[in-house]
Nanobody
Framework: QVQLVESGGGLVQAGGSLRLSCAAS????????MGWLRQAPGKEREFVAA????????YYADSVKGRFTISRDNAKNTVYLQMNSLKPEDTAVYYC????????????????????WGQGTQVTVSS
């Protein structure tokens, strides 16, 4: 089992940037495909970005492609989400998630594919 703790959320003006971090417990971080998902008030949780165990494969939702970048540092047990050119519609609680057992280059692009979740971090983008 892995425990995930997100950080880096906050309030930012439209056009600004934030970098989210997700620290994972344990010594098997490289065994997990990782992802970021978000949930806005009154909406379902939606996929944002995913990265494979190797870090070589990434995938993004169309709504964030070209603005967000997911990365991971397996030596630090951490996955990141760099968010640039933020828009008010990016306002949501952002969750880090992990999938154990994925193939080395596989990404998980649906919420139901993840086994473990963090508590979330609030991102608010003002217009």
């Amino acid at each position: 089992q892995v425990q995930l703790v997100e950080s880096g959320g906050g309030l930012v003006q439209a056009g600004g940037s934030l970098r989210l971090s997700c620290a994972a417990s344990g010594r098997t971080f490289s065994s997990y495909a990782m992802g970021w998902l978000r949930q806005a008030p009154g909406k379902e949780r939606e996929f944002v970005a995913a990265i494979s165990r190797s870090g070589l494969t990434t995938y993004y939702a169309d709504s964030v492609k070209g603005r967000f970048t997911i990365s991971r540092d397996n030596a630090k047990n951490t996955v990141y989400l760099q968010m640039n050119s933020l828009k008010p519609e990016d306002t949501a609680v952002y969750y880090c998630a992990a999938d154990r057992g994925a193939a080395y280059t596989r990404v998980v692009v649906v919420a139901t594919g993840y086994d473990y979740w963090g508590q979330g971090t609030q991102v608010t983008v003002s217009s």
